[in-house]
């Protein structure tokens, strides 16, 4: 095997912390809602809506606050009133505003890393959204080519590899979500480093059968990956 040409990174929860912001204002979804719903409904429903609308919405801040209202319309039978639903708008307001918070190890990984391979981020969500926080990460100079893409499967990164001209056994993706970084890689005969992150959306889990059979490396945060990187 060829050894390692080109390292890409996916960016929410690898680089930076975004899943606790999302789990975080799904509690405040919840306070806001509460008094028009019944306790019994309160659950799972926003996950469900916001499953239901990615085909349209994409993934993303915007589609979630899209979600967030239909999901409080729907459980109060419409009677979730307007200062709500405006409540509702700033907490997505408050995300996209949010301060980019790198997670431990990733930039003196990535300083250490940008000498010896050209890195790439491969995220997905909204453009401008992601634009603006890699832009804030302070990490964007380390990086040869970004891109940003509506959905991380097998097709996306068989016309990624064909676009920069790598082939997939010189490839390494690194990623928190074994859905999106690690199978649809694996798939195509790439390498694949899963860093977990505590929390994984429910979208972007998997059953261990489906990874049955694809070598892949686990590691525990950022740092390891210069070690491992050694050893291929
Ligand atoms: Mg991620």
Redesign the pocket.
């Given at each position: 095997m060829p050894p390692i040409q080109t390292i890409a990174f996916?960016?929410?929860?690898?680089l930076w912390v975004?899943e606790t912001i999302f789990t975080q204002t799904q509690e405040h979804f919840t306070d806001i809602i509460r008094p028009y719903v019944r306790a019994e409904e309160l659950g799972s429903q926003l996950d469900q809506t916001q499953i239901r609308n990615l085909s349209l919405f994409g993934y993303g801040i915007k589609g979630f606050m899209l979600s967030m209202i239909e999901t409080g319309l729907e459980l109060s039978d419409y009677r979730l009133p307007g200062t709500h639903i405006q409540q509702l708008l700033e907490l997505g307001k408050e995300m996209l505003q949010h301060p980019v918070q790198l997670l431990p190890h990733v930039e003196e990984t990535i300083r250490q890393l940008e000498g010896e391979y050209p890195l790439m981020i491969i995220t997905k969500g909204d453009l401008f959204d992601q634009e603006s926080k890699i832009a804030r990460s302070g990490l964007a100079d380390y990086f040869s080519s970004i891109e940003i893409v509506s959905e991380k499967n097998q097709e996306t990164y068989r016309r990624l590899l064909r676009k920069h001209s790598l082939s997939a056994e010189a490839f390494l993706m690194v990623?928190?979500?074994l859905k999106?970084?690690v199978l649809p890689v694996c798939q195509l005969g790439g390498h694949a480093v899963h860093i977990p992150f505590h929390t994984t959306w429910v979208h972007e889990q998997l059953t261990p059968c489906q990874l049955e059979g694809y070598g892949y490396q686990e590691l525990e945060n950022m740092s390891q990956l210069p070690a491992y990187l050694q050893q291929l």
């Open positions: 996916d960016a929410d929860d690898t975004n990623g928190n979500s999106s970084d």
